[in-house]
């Protein structure tokens, strides 16, 4: 579940921190903050669509701030719903994974120079925006350090003030519909934020937030499920063999795994299991397992690819050049 969060993202950092120090000429538009208007981010193709980034203050006395990342619908985004992301982890960064890696509208490129299009953006169908929630990931921060020390509670609660201080900063989507999502952890982050705001409506006499749907991949909901689905999965694609499977399935009790350890494991439960880990090994993705073994991650997979054209390039350029001198000499 915590793969994404902390391998192979120097240069996704290096963006996003760029992003932070690349705004300049900045002119105000519409009613959005002048100050967060990113006016380009480094290596990044010109496009027509608007980004912002910055700070939402969420507790001014404890000196609590998230940072967001947004960005507008490639067409018409006036009329395109908000959709809300969240990485879970807990401690994945929305930005530098959900944005940088998988739904937003640029990718870094393979060589780590620059950016390119992402053609499968999600701003296409909606305006996205992304947030580094809770304090203490990715450029979120805390001047109270017990504030690091936070829960699901907290975090929604945190994330329901965010919205309402959004909102502040961009009014014209106060009245859009909302979409909440996102992945692994974020299958507690977004129902429990979902839950809050839908308690927001139920009190509120004035605004209420217009959301219209909820999507989580690969959601993290019960681990007494989710960790036996993961060898179930293992052995349904012939990556442990029967014997491991099935001891598992059979000899684990799973019943009280809520906190990452179970009481009620057998011995040849936990042999099962090591020897599963063990065989599948650090380098296969559970969110991927087709991905190379030996290039887990999106850049390093595109730098790999792109390796093999150059080689296949100047290999038939090699073939070209011999075969025109073995012309010459003839």
């Known amino acids: 579940m915590g793969r994404w969060c902390f391998g ?18 900045v002119v105000y538009v519409a009613a959005f903050p002048a100050e967060d208007l990113v006016v380009s981010l480094p290596g990044q193709p010109k496009v027509a669509f608007r980004q ?120 014209e989507f106060k009245s859009r519909e909302l979409f909440l999502t996102g992945e692994s952890y974020a299958g507690h982050y977004i129902p429990q934020l979902a839950d809050v705001l839908l308690d927001h409506n139920a009190h509120s006499k004035g605004f209420k937030f217009n959301i219209k749907g909820v999507a989580i991949g690969n959601p993290l909901l019960r681990l007494d499920q989710d960790v036996p689905a993961i060898y179930e999965f293992f052995w349904s694609h012939g990556m442990i063999s029967d014997e491991i499977g099935l001891t598992i399935m059979s000899d684990c009790d799973f019943d009280d795994y809520v906190s990452g350890t179970s009481h009620n494991m057998t011995n040849s439960c936990i042999e099962a299991i090591t020897e599963a880990n063990k065989i599948v090994g650090d380098y296969i993705n559970n969110y991927d397992v087709i991905l190379d073994v030996c290039y887990p991650t999106i850049v390093e997979q595109e730098l790999r690819l792109r390796k093999m054209v150059y080689i296949m390039f100047f290999s038939h350029c090699f073939d070209a050049i011999l075969l025109l001198n073995l012309c010459n000499l003839q």
């Open 8 to 25: 192979g993202f120097l240069n996704i950092s290096l963006v996003v921190l760029l992003l932070l120090v690349s705004r300049s000429n």
């Open 52 to 171: 912002y980034a910055g700070y939402v203050d969420v507790d001014v006395k404890n000196g609590r701030s998230l940072f967001y990342y947004f960005v507008e619908a490639e067409v018409e985004p006036h009329e395109k719903p908000l959709t809300l992301w969240l990485n879970g982890g807990p401690g994945c960064s929305s930005v530098g994974g959900g944005a940088f890696t998988e739904l937003g509208p640029f990718y870094p490129r393979g060589d780590g120079r620059g950016l390119r299009r992402n053609s499968m953006s999600w701003n296409k169908a909606s305006n996205l925006l992304f947030v580094e929630s809770p304090a203490g990931v990715g450029w979120s921060y805390s001047n109270t350090t017990s504030d690091y020390n936070c829960g699901d509670a907290s975090t929604a609660r945190d994330m329901h003030v965010f919205m309402m201080n959004w909102y502040e900063k961009f009014p």
